[in-house]
């Protein structure tokens, strides 16, 4: 599972909620988009892409690999209305 691939750019707002999240996120594909969730909700696969971001790691599908050239902060919005609704 730890394959790497060519360098994404990844948005400065993502790159620090994931270094604030203290955990692994998945950037995964949904009916709506890609989305990045904890690893706690969707799992990594054996397939997955991951980055070393600080302490943890975003595990990429590798469908999404495919289409990606940027990881933006719109792919976090599907787990910021996750927090917002447990809080």
Known sequence: MERTQRSLDIDPEVKAFILEH????????????PV???VEMKGPKDSD????????KLYISKVQAHYLRRI???????YERYMEKKN
């Not at 203290?22 to 988009?33: A, E, I, P, S, V």
């Open 22 to 33: 203290k955990g692994d996120l998945r950037l995964c594909t949904t009916c709506g988009g």
């Open 36 to 38: 990045i969730v904890p």
């Open 49 to 56: 892409i991951v980055m070393q971001i600080g302490p943890n």
């Open 72 to 78: 933006e902060k719109h792919m976090l919005a599907y």
